[in-house]
């Protein structure tokens, strides 16, 4: 449980804050759009003196955890954000992440702690029916220790730590996953924060999927004979994945679905980059995305931001071109640019999806003999005046994918097969999204 001790760290230094919703809220809240998974409200400022932020929350959710039906958990574990003022008295606050937990009631919790004194503390402290009311470092740290020791608590934990933990900027090798695996949200119309119908991370490798919203809680962890459940099974190209997959999740609109599939070899911090395959099958094209990591460049006052390609990025290039050969578009379709492989540069420690060009290999290496984007020792330099505009921003780039104006033909799953073998053979991450029409209910 290697996500045990951040979580006792952060409550020993931002103590536990108990919230008590009335059963009228609660029901709104279980109603709103994200329902539990997201939620603000907002409270007088002072309420927040002496109350360190972000912390975990535990949320009573049906009042005061003695009237609540059934089957249905009374207390939810949360991340909750710091507050930021939305008007002259109140603050909003974010609540991430929350999913119920076992015990269910108030009573119920007091009994869970072993020690007497913090026993009697928490009883004491509960006993008062405030709204908001923060505990003990030491409670704090007992209390997640007790909870973490029934295992039916540890997807609630864990998914607090996982949104304590998502990244923000481009920083590293997860941070680019992140943003593949939000890219390729984006591309089927939904968002990062959208729930999944389904989502399984495997336990000890780190994964963007970890971060992704499943309103139904139906966290899997994965093993040995269940690996790829599902569709996914009879997908070609699949089956190289198996003992490299990190994640998996679906997501439905409408009458398509998204499947995303996260994997690597190695840890993920020593993979050689990251990439993401889109495969739509609907359209019939697949596109390939390959990240690289802009690093800054300072001189005199100016700072430019260099990519230097080298040996193995010329091996791989020529591999793409391999590939594009093979697959070019049906007769009865039409392309912009049948091109599969795009490069997405992105600029060290800036915020994930800002400051990004996106283009085609074959714009790349028209780029790469101009005098003007040549930088210090053969590096590809990336500035706004030498590139001149010549780039895809990321809305126009998510446009030409979604209307399968760019890619290769790809009319089964059947090409994921040598992407991803030459991807993870390459010792890089891969994030691999198909997209589908739902399968049928029958």
Known sequence: MDWLKPLTDLVEHNPIVVFRFSHADW?????????????????????????????????????????????????????????????????????????????????????????????????????????????????????????AASEENHNA??????????????????????????????AFGI?????????????????????????????VKIREDSVIEHDARNVTGFTFVRSDLTGRAIFESRSEQLEVITANRGPLEEVFGVDLIYLNVIKQNVVMVQYKM??????????????????????????????????????LEYRINPQVFYLRFVRRDAKLGKVTATMPIDHFEILRDNPDCKGPKGGFRITYDTL???????????DLLGSGYIGAHAKTTAVLETLIREILNGNRALVAALHSTRPSSN
């Open 191 to 219: 968002s990062l924060d959208e729930p999944a119908i389904f989502v399984e991370t495997a336990d000890d490798r780190e994964t963007a999927l970890a971060r992704v919203d499943n309103s139904a809680d139906e966290f």
């Open 157 to 186: 934990m864990r998914g607090v730590i996982a949104a304590l933990n998502s990244l923000k900027t481009y920083s590293n090798n997860a941070a680019l996953q992140q943003d593949a695996v939000s890219l390729a949200l984006k």
């Open 294 to 331: 802009l690093e800054p460049h300072r001189k005199s006052r100016k700072t430019d931001w260099i990519f230097r390609p080298d040996g193995q990025f010329d091996k791989e290039m020529e591999r793409m071109k391999r590939f594009s050969q093979l697959h070019a578009p049906g007769p």
């Open 27 to 147: 029901v709104q809240i279980l109603y709103s759009r994200r329902s539990i998974r997201k939620f603000t409200v907002a409270r007088p400022h002072s309420l927040f003196y002496g109350v360190k932020l972000p912390t975990v929350g535990l949320l009573m959710g049906a009042d005061f955890g003695e009237d609540f039906e059934e089957g249905d958990p009374g207390i939810y574990l949360c991340l909750v954000n710091s507050p930021s003022p939305v008007a002259t008295l109140d603050s909003r606050i974010t609540f991430l992440c929350a999913q119920g937990i076992l015990p269910c009631t108030e009573n119920d919790l007091v009994q869970l702690i072993t020690k007497r004194g913090l026993k009697s503390k928490l009883r004491t402290r509960l006993r008062p029916k405030e709204t908001m009311l923060s505990l003990s470092s030491e409670l704090s740290v007992h209390l997640i220790e007790r909870l």
């Open 388 to 398: 001149d505009g010549r780039y895809l921003r990321q809305n126009g780039f998510l």
